[in-house]
């Protein structure tokens, strides 16, 4: 995807929402700041600590973001707690 397709398709995206499929297949959205639990220790998070998303961003790669304390984590780092 080149640099133009990805400022098309981030142009309809907010980094204050998250779209999600709760465990009922019922469509939520999470707005910024939403708790998260840490799966295993990355960075300066340790395993089990909830932590507050501020926002969601997308990698060139389309792979979802999570900043945290404004530092960039990847998504599957982290449980969403609804």
Request: positive net charge.
């Amino acid at each position: 995807m080149n640099e133009n397709e990805l400022a098309e398709l981030l142009k309809y995206s907010s980094p204050k929402e998250l779209y999600v499929v709760a465990w009922n297949n019922i469509l939520k959205v999470l707005f910024c700041p939403f708790k998260v639990r840490v799966m295993y220790a990355i960075g300066g998070l340790r395993e089990g600590n909830l932590v507050w998303v501020e926002e969601v961003k997308v990698t060139k790669d389309l792979v979802t973001v999570y900043m945290i304390k404004g530092k960039a984590y990847h998504y599957y780092h982290f449980d969403i707690i609804i």
